[in-house]
């Protein structure tokens, strides 16, 4: 069948790669996608949110199967603009319906859900700019740091955490009186802090059954030893070598299980990815957020270690007999270490020169931010590419992913050089 994803990102280029490799892959289109997908499938110039344009793509192309990379095509209702449309509904489409999606477009949305369903997360309470003063008083019940976000999507921005109580109130007032973050914060949750090292988990789920897929860890901040800005994510290990066999129990029994059951008794229509963010407290799992999509740069790690067809996988969801199939995992780590423009998370410049990709061996070399310019590949966003290498251990893994780095030029060129470091 004729496939397309939807993105422009590593998440993207590893669907399309493992795609690709499917023998029920005729014809692949990623749309817009980047330098790397553009060697493996046709790019389309078409933007991820112009529904109109994807629907005459997939009509003149007769796709059968549609991959939602990112979240903001999901969270603005892709799923239910193709299952209401009649020359469409028949498309497998891989992504939450717009009401599932919520469980990450809106912060308060997934913290009901998670209370209504007793899986393990943090106390809260959330605010509204009529009730900021409330905000305050409840801020001062609270031991710091203080944990406080924007409600809805901020492209990874909308979460601080703040160690003294004058700032936090400060930054609620911000947040809620002079929409810090847009429309986003016009809703604030703040939420206890909890302590202890993150990881996360992702289910493929068809909405009554599901697949736990491997864990993995990213690295968010942009600097070495977890400092410095936030990023997308400069790099990921799979699996957590901390998520034992008993610890993952934990997750499955109060976590994905009741997740799952969640979204069946509640008629939520759920297709698709749910990435599950953990913190582990004690020896407990709680649950930080949800996700309704892959990771980037954690899809870099998770996919290539997923041996079973991904198309077979994806057809098994569409029709909802995930439970017909079982998953093969490589139970090999991997390890992927993301390069990005200098400046990033800051303002970069775009268009630099990159060279030494074919001279990587032993690695997969997933584009993020990169595009052909007159025949050349040239750096087209903050992150630009993730080298994924495997190894009996993370280690070692590590070790081939960081070589391979070094073949790798482009100006002003930076990645962490200390992945694994808390590990
Ligand atoms: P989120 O966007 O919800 O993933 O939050 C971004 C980051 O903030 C997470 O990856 C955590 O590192 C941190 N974080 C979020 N919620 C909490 C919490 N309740 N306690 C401690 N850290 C948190
Ligand atoms: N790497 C974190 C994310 O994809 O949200």
Same mark, same amino acid.
């Given at each position: 069948?004729?496939?397309?994803?939807?993105?422009?990102?590593?998440?993207?280029?590893?669907?399309?790669?493992?795609?690709?490799?499917?023998?029920?892959?005729?014809?692949?289109?990623?749309?817009?996608?980047?330098?790397?997908?553009?060697?493996?499938?046709?790019?389309?110039?078409?933007?991820?949110?112009?529904?109109?344009?994807?629907?005459?793509?997939?009509?003149?192309?007769?796709?059968?199967?549609? @991959?939602?990379?990112?979240?903001?095509?999901?969270?603005?209702?892709?799923?239910?603009?193709?299952?209401?449309?009649?020359?469409?509904?028949?498309?497998?489409?891989?992504?939450?319906? =717009?009401?599932?999606?919520?469980?990450?477009?809106?912060?308060?949305?997934?913290?009901?859900?998670?209370?209504?369903?007793?899986?393990?997360?943090?106390?809260?309470?959330?605010?509204?700019?009529?009730?900021?003063?409330?905000? =305050?008083?409840?801020?001062?019940?609270?031991?710091?740091?203080?944990?406080?976000?924007?409600?809805?999507?901020?492209?990874?921005?909308?979460?601080?955490?703040?160690?003294?109580?004058?700032?936090?109130?400060?930054?609620?007032?911000?947040?809620?009186?002079?929409?810090?973050?847009?429309?986003?914060?016009?809703?604030?949750?703040?939420?206890?802090?909890?302590?202890?090292?993150?990881?996360?988990?992702?289910?493929?789920?068809?909405?009554?059954?599901?697949?736990?897929?491997?864990?993995?860890?990213?690295?968010?901040?942009?600097?070495?030893?977890?400092?410095?800005?936030?990023?997308?994510?400069?790099?990921?290990?799979?699996?957590?070598?901390?998520?034992?066999?008993?610890?993952?129990? =934990?997750?499955?029994?109060?976590?994905?299980?009741?997740?799952?059951?969640?979204?069946?008794?509640?008629?939520?229509?759920?297709?698709? %990815?749910?990435?599950?963010?953990?913190?582990?407290?004690?020896?407990?799992?709680?649950?930080?957020?949800?996700?309704?999509?892959?990771?980037?740069?954690?899809?870099?790690?998770?996919?290539?270690?997923?041996?079973?067809?991904? @198309?077979?996988?994806?057809?098994?969801?569409?029709?909802?007999?995930?439970?017909?199939?079982?998953?093969?995992?490589?139970?090999?780590?991997?390890?992927?270490?993301?390069?990005?423009?200098?400046?990033?998370?800051?303002?970069?410049?775009?268009?630099?020169?990159?060279?030494?990709?074919?001279?990587?061996?032993?690695?997969?070399?997933?584009?993020?931010?990169?595009?052909?310019?007159?025949?050349?590949?040239?750096?087209?966003?903050?992150?630009?590419?993730?080298?994924?290498?495997?190894?009996?251990? %993370?280690?070692?893994?590590?070790? =081939?992913?960081?070589?391979?780095?070094?073949?790798?030029?482009?100006?002003?060129?930076?990645?962490?050089?200390?992945?694994?470091?808390?590990?």
């Amino acid at each position: 069948m004729n496939i397309l994803v939807l993105g422009s990102g590593g998440r993207e280029h590893t669907f399309a790669y493992k795609i690709a490799q499917s023998n029920l892959c005729d014809k692949l289109f990623v749309a817009p996608g980047n330098a790397g997908t553009a060697d493996i499938a046709t790019n389309i110039s078409i933007s991820v949110t112009d529904f109109d344009a994807i629907k005459n793509l997939v009509i003149d192309e007769k796709i059968e199967m549609v @991959v939602v990379g990112p979240e903001d095509p999901l969270v603005q209702g892709i799923a239910d603009f193709f299952a209401n449309d009649s020359d469409l509904k028949n498309v497998a489409l891989i992504g939450p319906s =717009k009401e599932g999606a919520r469980l990450e477009g809106s912060k308060e949305y997934a913290k009901e859900f998670l209370f209504r369903h007793n899986i393990p997360t943090a106390a809260y309470q959330s605010f509204t700019a009529n009730t900021v003063n409330k905000g =305050k008083e409840f801020l001062e019940t609270l031991k710091p740091p203080y944990v406080l976000k924007a409600d809805g999507l901020a492209a990874g921005k909308g979460v601080l955490i703040l160690q003294d109580l004058e700032t936090a109130k400060a930054e609620l007032e911000n947040m809620l009186t002079n929409k810090k973050f847009g429309a986003a914060s016009e809703k604030v949750v703040i939420e206890e802090f909890l302590d202890g090292i993150e990881l996360s988990v992702f289910v493929l789920t068809d909405g009554k059954n599901y697949i736990t897929l491997p864990t993995a860890k990213d690295y968010k901040r942009i600097g070495e030893g977890d400092t410095g800005l936030n990023t997308g994510g400069m790099g990921a290990i799979s699996p957590v070598p901390f998520a034992d066999s008993s610890f993952m129990d =934990k997750i499955e029994e109060r976590v994905v299980k009741p997740t799952v059951e969640g979204l069946t008794k509640e008629k939520i229509e759920y297709k698709g %990815f749910i990435f599950i963010g953990l913190i582990k407290v004690g020896d407990d799992p709680k649950v930080i957020e949800y996700n309704v999509r892959m990771g980037d740069p954690e899809t870099e790690v998770v996919l290539p270690r997923v041996k079973t067809d991904l @198309v077979s996988l994806f057809n098994h969801v569409s029709n909802q007999t995930l439970d017909k199939i079982d998953i093969d995992i490589d139970p090999r780590s991997a390890t992927t270490v993301m390069t990005v423009s200098g400046g990033y998370p800051e303002a970069y410049e775009k268009g630099k020169e990159i060279t030494g990709i074919d001279q990587i061996k032993d690695s997969i070399v997933f584009h993020a931010g990169t595009k052909i310019d007159n025949g050349k590949t040239v750096t087209n966003g903050g992150r630009v590419i993730a080298i994924t290498s495997f190894d009996d251990d %993370f280690r070692k893994a590590l070790e =081939k992913s960081y070589q391979n780095i070094e073949k790798l030029t482009f100006e002003k060129m930076y990645y962490r050089k200390d992945l694994g470091f808390d590990l």
